[in-house]
């Protein structure tokens, strides 16, 4: 936002001063992923040991690379050398070597014994991130060459299954008889890990951005995605609701409750992707708008806000 926000740079130095603050126990190059304000009025991390989430650490490399192509390296932090060293930490820490899988932070190799080092989070498939640290992690993008294969072929397999008709991907995914499905069963945060929820509501967003980005060709995932949702809400954004079932119902069945903009947000991005989508993406835009930012929670004004920043072109 440095374009409209003449204080944008210092604000972004106090942030990742914020970053470099807490760094994870297991690697140093990674931030805590949580912290809190304590009864003496200090912010602390959550627990005495805190880890890293991949997908907190993949926005701070790809920010800190928007910050050097934006300033340049005449400031205090050298963005570029900066990102470099987290995108390195990354392939180190929150990559499973063995199946070229994110992994879901840096403690799942970090403890010596989990059953996490074959699960991955679907909104964690950041494919404009990775592309542009392929650019500046030479050392190792053939390995994130593989991941990037390894994202393609699990989203395919799983659009051969309960999204063939949807293309909602679940919040999670776990390694099977040698393939990576949706589970049934409660992984990590839910008993709808297996299902669109809040983890993958952001999906529409993240996914759609290479496509804007990078101008990739518009996946079948999106594709079905953008008119299943068009059609399951009668192109009313209102109506989308926040969950639909994959693994442990009916696909595509909701059980969520609407205007929650977590899930709405999204559908703005990805309405961009293809033509046609005029009346859907102005109807999107006003569902946005129409809620005010003190109705909602962080999460939602955050999808939000950056939805509407792809969507006015000022990305």
Not at 198 to 205: A, D, E, G, K, V
Request: charged fraction near 20%.
């Amino acid at each position: 936002m440095s374009k409209f926000d003449v204080s944008a740079k210092v604000h972004f130095a106090s942030l990742y001063n914020y970053i470099k603050s807490y760094p994870s126990i297991y690697n140093s190059n990674l931030m805590a992923w949580q912290q809190i304000k304590n009864s003496q009025g200090n912010i602390v991390n959550s627990e005495p040991e805190t880890s890293s989430a991949t997908d907190g650490d993949m926005d701070i490399s790809y920010g800190l690379l928007l910050a050097h192509k934006l300033w340049g390296e005449n400031d205090k932090i050298n963005y570029k050398d900066e990102a470099i060293k987290r995108i390195n930490a990354l392939m180190d820490s929150c990559v499973n070597k063995r199946d070229y899988i994110l992994t879901l932070g840096d403690w799942v190799l970090g403890i010596k014994d989990n059953n996490f080092k074959y699960v991955t989070r679907s909104s964690d498939f950041l494919l404009y991130h990775i592309r542009e640290f392929i650019k500046y992690d030479t050392k190792n993008s053939d390995q994130w060459n593989l991941v990037i294969k390894t994202i393609n072929f699990i989203i395919s397999e799983q659009m051969k299954r309960q999204s063939k008709h949807n293309g909602l991907m679940p919040d999670f995914f776990i390694r099977a008889n040698g393939r990576y499905i949706a589970p049934k069963v409660k992984v990590l945060e839910t008993i709808h890990d297996g299902d669109y929820y809040f983890n993958s509501c952001r999906i529409p967003l993240r996914y759609s951005m290479d496509v804007i980005l990078n101008n990739t060709p518009v996946t079948n995932e999106l594709h079905t995605l953008n008119n299943w949702i068009k059609k399951e809400t009668s192109s009313n954004p209102e109506n989308i609701k926040s969950g639909y079932y994959i693994a442990n119902d009916y696909p595509g069945k909701s059980f969520g409750y609407a205007n929650n903009l977590s899930f709405i947000a999204p559908f703005l991005v990805s309405s961009l992707i293809e033509k046609g989508n005029d009346d859907w993406t102005i109807s999107l835009w006003n569902t946005l708008i129409n809620k005010p930012i003190t109705k909602c929670t962080f999460y939602e004004n955050t999808l939000k806000l950056m939805a509407m920043i792809v969507a006015t072109g000022n990305w």
